[in-house]
């Protein structure tokens, strides 16, 4: 009896706990991103930003995504109504098992695209070797999605991967021979150099695994 009664209290917990709401955005404003954060907490919401998530090409812009067995209508309503008071766009849903798009339980994913304009990054920058364990290199961005990063020694190592800007300032990179991916930090400064004060776009290690990009490590590239 006090088996069955333990067990009916566990399972009383875990019907009361609150599902998480798992927040991956891409191109929405910091403004719009904070308003959303607060609309959904004061409402009782659980949110976990996602980071290194991106928002799949085949994504409509505005997506809740379950998985196949959760169904709970009074939570959907509710959480669409806060969608729609915040003038995201239509609301989608996508049900299904895949990799970090996977949500346990009562869990959900909500992915919103946005409008805002990208994270403009200089093509190539310079690391700092002082903060980068003496190392010389050059990280270079092609395009919306490519990149790479090159170590010179007396061959040069090249590492390549895919890269996500997200609004405001957070780049994070997944090269393919590094374990983890890397997350970026990106500013613009003022620097002092032989012509005068010149504006720098600088892109700093904020969360790194990899020997070969450690915390700290600065690239940066100066606009003459």
């Known amino acids: 009896?006090?088996?069955?009664?333990?067990l009916a209290m566990i399972a009383l917990l875990i019907g009361c706990t609150s599902p998480?709401?798992?927040?991956?955005?891409?191109?929405?404003?910091?403004?719009?991103?904070?308003s959303l954060v607060k609309a959904l907490s004061k409402n009782g919401f659980k949110i976990k930003s996602t980071s290194g998530v991106r928002v799949p090409k085949e994504f409509p812009d505005?997506?809740?995504a379950t998985n196949v067995?959760?169904?709970?209508?009074?939570?959907?309503?509710?959480?669409?109504?806060?969608?729609?008071q915040q003038n995201l766009g239509a609301i989608s849903y996508q049900k299904f098992y895949q990799q970090k798009h996977y949500y346990k339980g009562r869990n959900v994913g909500l992915y919103i695209r946005g409008d805002a304009e990208e994270l403009m990054l200089p093509p190539v920058l310079r690391g700092s070797e002082k903060s980068c364990?003496?190392?010389?290199?050059?990280?270079?961005?092609?395009?919306?999605?490519?990149?790479?990063l090159d170590i010179e020694d007396e061959e040069i190592t090249s590492y390549t991967g895919s890269y996500q800007s997200v609004l405001p300032d957070t780049v994070y990179a997944n090269f393919e021979d590094m374990k983890e991916p890397v997350t970026f930090k990106f500013s613009q400064v003022e620097v002092k150099t032989y012509a005068g004060m010149k504006t720098a776009d600088k892109l700093v290690v904020t969360k790194s695994e990899n020997a070969v990009l450690p915390v700290g490590c600065e690239f940066m590239i100066i606009n003459y």
């Not at 364990?133 to 790479?148: A, P, Y």
């Open 62 to 64: 505005v997506v809740i």
């Open 69 to 84: 067995a959760n169904e709970n209508p009074e939570f959907f309503v509710k959480l669409e109504n806060i969608i729609q």
């Open 1 to 6: 009896m006090k088996w069955l009664i333990f």
């Open 133 to 148: 364990n003496d190392q010389r290199m050059i990280l270079e961005f092609k395009g919306k999605t490519e990149v790479s």
């Open 20 to 34: 998480s709401v798992f927040l991956t955005t891409e191109q929405l404003s910091e403004k719009e991103r904070k």
